[in-house]
T-cell receptor, first 113, second 114 residues
Framework: QQQVKQSPQSLIVQKGGISIINCAYE??????FPWYQQFPGKGPALLIA?????SEKKEGRFTISFNKSAKQFSLHIMDSQPGDSATYFC????????????FGKGTSLLVTP | DAGVTQSPTHLIKTRGQQVTLRCSPK?????VSWYQQALGQGPQFIFQ???????QRGNFPDRFSGHQFPNYSSELNVNALLLGDSALYLC?????????????FGPGTRLTVL
């Protein structure tokens, strides 16, 4: 049973555009929502994470928006660059340490020049 | 400061064989989690080790077992390999006492079962 649903499966964006990836969850025990970036042949790298006490978190060109009532969260990549081309995974878990991360199926992002 | 390291990088085995994968956590971390990532899928949680004991386990059969050593490094063992065990095996480390579930992943071991 997929506890975190991610869309779209793939995304093509022109350089300079905005990439948007969406995730939804059902388990109300989840209160930690990280995003990971994975390049081919590499392990996932923690990109940015949010707790539900804020509705938005921004780090550089990456922004997480969080809607607690809808149980949805999204990653926005502003001014997308070809170097951002990678697979992005959302995840969710209880916030305290020691819990398994529940991952979405991933979004393959291609940023064209 | 070394991050999470895993060995070997690649491994090819045949059905029925056994395999051992190794992981060294990020410096200062005390908890190791193992994930299986099938091609084109998100990582799936296998189990987690802390203080040399298995704390949590995902929906994986008993053919998957692990161990954590006093220096916090860990091993993942898979017995009676099946074709479906072919995947990227990821190790993630974290600090249990840190209070936050930030998990940092290694580069993974690519296991191919023929």
């Amino acid at each position: 049973q997929q506890q975190v649903k991610q869309s779209p499966q793939s995304l093509i964006v022109q350089k300079g555009g905005i990439s948007i990836i969406n995730c939804a969850y059902e388990n109300t025990a989840f209160d930690y929502f990280p995003w990971y970036q994975q390049f081919p042949g590499k392990g996932p790298a923690l990109l940015i994470a949010i707790r539900p006490d804020v509705s938005e978190k921004k780090e550089g060109r990456f922004t997480i928006s969080f809607n607690k009532s809808a149980k949805q969260f999204s990653l926005h990549i502003m001014d997308s660059q070809p170097g951002d081309s990678a697979t992005y995974f959302c995840a969710a878990s209880p916030a305290n340490s020691g819990y398994a991360l529940n991952f979405g199926k991933g979004t393959s992002l291609l940023v064209t020049p | 400061d070394a991050g999470v390291t895993q060995s070997p990088t690649h491994l090819i085995k045949t059905r029925g064989q056994q395999v051992t994968l190794r992981c060294s956590p990020k410096s200062g971390h005390d908890t190791v989690s193992w994930y299986q990532q099938a091609l084109g899928q998100g990582p799936q949680f296998i189990f987690q080790y802390y203080e040399e004991e298995e704390r949590q386990r995902g929906n994986f059969p008993d053919r998957f077992s692990g161990h954590q050593f006093p220096n916090y490094s860990s091993e993942l063992n898979v017995n009676a390999l099946l074709l479906g065990d072919s995947a990227l095996y990821l190790c993630a480390s974290s600090l249990l006492a840190g209070g936050r579930n930030e998990q940092f992943f290694g580069p993974g071991t690519r296991l191919t079962v023929l």
